[in-house]
């Protein structure tokens, strides 16, 4: 990365003062390489963050999943098969009957 950085530092300077055009068509080489470099190297520090925090309780934002605000303020699979007392009695008392149809 230091070397690659170095180099368009280099050409930078050979552009400025009318440099070859050889020269001048490598900047862009160089810096998709950079581009490169640093991608792969963010990419690791990501996966080696989601490897510490697998299984702890809170993980950073950034590595939560992303989603869209109504999936974040809709009711956890807990909430959603609560039910209030009323329900749980009716429920009780009034079991679902099985009917046999003569033919």
């Given at each position: 990365?230091?070397?690659?950085?170095?180099?368009?530092?280099q050409l930078c300077v050979a552009k400025v003062t009318g440099g070859?055009?050889?020269?001048?068509?490598?900047?862009?080489?160089?810096?998709?390489?950079?581009?490169?470099?640093?991608?792969?190297?963010?990419?690791?520090?990501?996966?080696?963050?989601?490897?510490?925090?697998?299984?702890?309780?809170?993980?950073?934002?950034?590595?939560?999943?992303?989603?869209t605000r109504a999936m974040c303020?809709?009711?956890?699979?807990?909430?959603?098969?609560?039910?209030?007392?009323?329900?749980?009695?009716?429920?009780?008392?009034?079991?679902?009957?099985?009917?046999?149809?003569?033919?």
């Amino acid at each position: 990365l230091e070397d690659l950085k170095v180099e368009l530092s280099q050409l930078c300077v050979a552009k400025v003062t009318g440099g070859a055009a050889s020269k001048l068509s490598k900047i862009r080489v160089v810096r998709k390489s950079i581009a490169r470099v640093l991608t792969v190297i963010n990419q690791t520090q990501k996966e080696n963050l989601r490897k510490f925090y697998k299984g702890k309780k809170y993980k950073p934002l950034d590595l939560r999943p992303k989603k869209t605000r109504a999936m974040c303020r809709r009711l956890n699979k807990h909430e959603e098969n609560l039910k209030t007392k009323k329900q749980q009695r009716k429920e009780r008392l009034y079991p679902l009957r099985k009917y046999a149809v003569k033919a």
